[in-house]
Nanobody, 122 residues
Framework: VQLQASGGGSVQPGGSLRLSCAAS????????MGWFRQAPGKVREFVAA????????YYRDSVKGRFTISRDNAKVTVYLQMNSLKSEDTAVYYC????????????????WGKGTLVTVSS
């Protein structure tokens, strides 16, 4: 199983980035997918999740209205569109696949990607 995240980089406050995560080795449509992040010295935290069919999305409060999660089951890829980025969004972002629940809780995650770094700084 491999979750390959990409799209991270450096951006100024107020800017945008789009993260992608391509899956292989899993039946993608049977997994809820999520994004988590971990800033230096902090615990990994939930950012956003999407249901297997894509009809339900969940977000942490601090990113609501700025981030959008989506998925394309035909392309076995999940996306995270991040707009109006703030310095506090700086972190390594991890893609996650959850076979049995909603991909909102780290302990329930079946598979993790390796992470992609997002740096928001002027």
């Amino acid at each position: 199983v491999q979750l390959q995240a990409s799209g991270g980089g450096s951006v100024q406050p107020g800017g945008s980035l789009r993260l992608s995560c391509a899956a292989s080795g899993v039946t993608f449509r049977t997994y809820a997918m999520g994004w988590f992040r971990q800033a230096p010295g902090k615990v990994r935290e939930f950012v956003a999740a999407i249901s297997r069919g894509g009809g339900l999305q969940y977000y942490r409060d601090s990113v609501k209205g700025r981030f959008t999660i989506s998925r394309d089951n035909a392309k076995v890829t999940v996306y995270l569109q991040m707009n109006s980025l703030k310095s506090e969004d700086t972190a390594v972002y991890y893609c996650a696949a959850d076979r049995y629940t909603s991909a909102r809780h780290p302990r329930a995650i079946s598979y993790w990607g390796k992470g992609t770094l997002v740096t928001v700084s002027s």
